[in-house]
């Protein structure tokens, strides 16, 4: 027979591990969130206190689930950023278009003379 007390079907060390969490996650600046998630750190975090585990936890939920995507979406940011960078460029420059810059160059090298 188990003789742990608990409170809302959780143990007095859950509830703690569950209140650390809460207690991390209040910080975390909405601008590491996505836009659409930033409202997740405007909660009133008093009523958050007065409500229910399960409360707490799906806010916790949120917050975690959130700080994985925008994570997710910076390294994949990155990754296109670095592929884009690697990529060798697909423009050809023609020769028409290269004489019209050269040209283009040089009336404004002559009128600096003037």
């Not at 209140?19 to 998630?37: C, G, R, S, Y």
């Not at 750190?41 to 399960?54: K, N, P, R, Y």
């Not at 917050?63 to 884009?84: F, P, Q, Y």
Request: charged share 30%; with cysteine; proline share 3%.
């Amino acid at each position: 027979m188990c003789t742990t007390k608990t409170i809302e079907g959780l143990t007095e060390e859950q509830h703690k591990e569950i209140f650390d969490k809460v207690k991390d996650l209040m910080f975390i600046d909405p601008a590491e969130l996505l836009p659409k998630h930033q409202h997740l750190t405007e909660i009133d975090f008093s009523q958050l206190d007065d409500g229910s585990m399960a409360d707490r936890q799906y806010w916790i939920e949120s917050m975690e689930s959130d700080l994985d995507a925008t994570n997710h979406i910076i390294d994949w940011g990155i990754a296109v950023d670095i592929r884009k960078a690697l990529r060798p460029s697909k423009k050809k420059h023609s020769h028409a278009a290269v004489a019209r810059t050269t040209l283009q160059q040089s009336k404004i090298d002559e009128s600096r003379l003037v």
